[in-house]
C-alpha cells in the first residue's frame, strides 16, 4: 500500500508540472476516519483506502493548508462550512487530488488562496470531486484520465482544464452576480477531428463539448448557467481542427 500511495502522488504531481521534491519526506497518512473541528494547521496529507478526513465546521484563522492533500485508492477528503486557507506563496506549490478512486467533496467553504497565486484541485484516474456553494478566490479545476468534477453555486475565478476522458460540469458560477467567471481549455487530442466555434465570453446558459459531429474527443465539458471570461483551447499535434469563430475560419492539424 505505502509504494503505491507513493506512486500515484508521484504521478499527480508531475501531471500538475510539481518537482516530486514539493512533498514532505513524512507526510501526515490517514488511513481511519478523522475529523477536524478546530483551527488547525497541516502539511502533506496522503489519505488512502480505508481512510477519510473530514473538515467540519472549522471557524477563521480555519484549516490553514501547507502542503498537498492526495486523496488516493477509496480514501475521502470531506470539507463542510469551515474557513479553508491555502498557504501557498508561488503558483502550483499546493493542490488538491482524487486519484484512482479518492473522492473530494467540498460544501459552504470559505476557500482562500493568497491573491495573484494560483491553486489546483485536480482529479484524475477515476477521481471524483464535487464541490458546491463555496467562496474561492482563484482556482485551477483539471479533470483528466475518467474522472469527474462537479461544480455548483461557486464564487470565484476558474481556470477549467479537460483532457483524456474527463468529466468537467458546471452550474450556476457565479452563485453571486459580478463574483466570479470562468476560464475555459477544452482539448483537442492527437488524432481527433472537430468542428469547433467557441461563443463570445460572457453569459452562458448552456454550452456542451466535444461538438457535435466529432471523432476522437472522449472528454466532457457541460456549462449551464455560467459566465465565461475566456475561451481558449489546448490544441495537440495530429488533431484535424477547424476552428470558426467571430466570422473567421481557420484550419488547424
Known amino acids: ?47 488512502v483506502s480505508g481512510g477519510s478526513l473530514e473538515v467540519l465546521d472549522v471557524p477563521d484563522p480555519g484549516f490553514k493548508l501547507s502542503g498537498n492533500i492526495s486523496v488516493v485508492g477509496t480514501g475521502s477528503l470531506i470539507m463542510t462550512n469551515s474557513v479553508i486557507k491555502i498557504m501557498s506563496i508561488y503558483n502550483g506549490q499546493y493542490s488538491l487530488a482524487a486519484a484512482e478512486e479518492g473522492t473530494i467533496t467540498v460544501t459552504g467553504c470559505d476557500y ?9 484541485m485536480f482529479a484524475t484516474d477515476n477521481g471524483v470531486i464535487n464541490i458546491h456553494d463555496t467562496d474561492f478566490g482563484f482556482i485551477q479545476l483539471i479533470a483528466a484520465g475518467n474522472s469527474t468534477i462537479k461544480g455548483e453555486r461557486l464564487n470565484g475565478q476558474f481556470e477549467c482544464i479537460v483532457q483524456d476522458a474527463g468529466n468537467l460540469l458546471l452550474t450556476d458560477i457565479p452563485r453571486d452576480t459580478d463574483s466570479g467567471s470562468l476560464w475555459v481549455w477544452p482539448t483537442f487530442t492527437p488524432n481527433s477531428t472537430a468542428e469547433y466555434s467557441p461563443p463570445l465570453p460572457g453569459f452562458i446558459d448552456s454550452f456542451q ?3 457535435a459531429g466529432s471523432q476522437g474527443l472522449d472528454e466532457i465539458f457541460s456549462l449551464t448557467r455560467c459566465e465565461v471570461k475566456l475561451w481558449p483551447m489546448l490544441v495537440r499535434e495530429g488533431c484535424n481542427l477547424t476552428l470558426k469563430t467571430f466570422g473567421a475560419h481557420e484550419e488547424m492539424g
Open 1 to 47: 500500500m505505502r509504494r503505491r500511495w507513493k506512486s500515484s502522488l508521484i504521478s499527480i504531481l508531475l501531471c500538475l508540472g510539481f518537482s516530486v521534491g514539493v512533498c514532505a519526506a513524512d507526510p501526515w497518512i490517514i488511513t481511519t476516519h478523522v475529523t477536524v473541528t478546530d483551527p488547525m494547521e497541516a502539511g502533506d496529507i496522503v489519505v
Open 112 to 120: 482562500s488562496v493568497p491573491m495573484g497565486v494560483q491553486h489546483a
Open 209 to 211: 463539448f466535444p461538438p
